[in-house]
T-cell receptor
Framework: NAGVTQTPKFQVLKTGQSMTLQCAQD?????MYWYRQDPGMGLRLIYYSASEGTTDKGEVPNGYNVSRLNKREFSLRLESAAPSQTSVYFC??????????????FGPGTRLTVT | KNQVEQSPQSLIILEGKNCTLQCNYTVSPFSNLRWYKQDTGRGPVSLTIMTFSENTKSNGRYTATLDADTKQSSLHITASQLSDSASYICVVSPYGGSQGNLIFGKGTKLSVKP
């Protein structure tokens, strides 16, 4: 049981380049999330998917797109990277319904630097 | 505006000592309050989750308390260990909100020294 996995672990991009961050979970969770974490700030939600086939914007969606490929996988795409997108990106998942939905399980993170 | 404020920003204690981290929130009404532990370079891991009707929840040496009247929560760590060195994040879920509406604090960075 790997939980939530993310690839890559580290990435350096030049301004204007594009890339996709991959996330997969093996806990049969319905809901998945993408967060970014910047120094001195709390985690901020970029996008989330309450269930397969649905996605919703979070607090900071500009400059990002997402795809819920299937129940297991949720990817985050940067179409034209900017230095302001330098951050640590976390994927998370949770079940839905009832108190069990309170628990979010986080991946190990992707450290992205845009120069 | 819904906010979660944590104090102190950072804390250094000696191994074996106890400590208490604070979380004040303005989210009202709220559904639940969570404490996460985040080791350096890792993702957050849940320590405790309390609903609005709970006053205390323990997880080993970690005990969280909640006072919904004063909108305060604390995380007490007993007999600290070097492995407790991490950031501790308080998270509040607004009542009726989805999992996409969590309000995260900025965290308290705890360093436990030998």
């Amino acid at each position: 049981n790997a939980g939530v996995t993310q690839t890559p672990k580290f990435q350096v991009l030049k301004t204007g380049q594009s890339m996709t961050l991959q996330c997969a979970q093996d806990m049969n969770h319905n809901s998945m999330y993408w967060y970014r974490q910047d120094p001195g700030m709390g985690l901020r939600l970029i996008y989330y998917s309450a269930s397969e086939g649905t996605t919703d914007k979070g607090e900071v969606p500009n400059g990002y797109n997402v795809s819920r490929l299937n129940k297991r996988e949720f990817s985050l795409r940067l179409e034209s990277a900017a230095p302001s997108q330098t951050s640590v990106y976390f994927c998370a998942s949770s079940s839905s319904g009832g108190s069990s939905s309170y628990e979010q399980y986080f991946g190990p993170g992707t450290r992205l630097t845009v120069t | 505006k819904n906010q979660v404020e944590q104090s102190p920003q950072s804390l250094i204690i000696l191994e074996g000592k106890n400590c208490t981290l604070q979380c004040n929130y303005t989210v009202s009404p709220f559904s639940n309050l969570r404490w996460y532990k985040q080791d350096t370079g890792r993702g957050p891991v849940s320590l405790t989750i309390m609903t609005f009707s709970e006053n205390t929840k323990s997880n080993g040496r970690y005990t969280a308390t909640l006072d919904a009247d004063t909108k305060q929560s604390s995380l007490h760590i007993t007999a600290s260990q070097l492995s407790d060195s991490a950031s501790y994040i308080c998270v509040v879920s607004p009542y009726g909100g989805s999992q996409g509406n969590l309000i995260f604090g900025k965290g308290t960075k705890l360093s436990v020294k030998p």
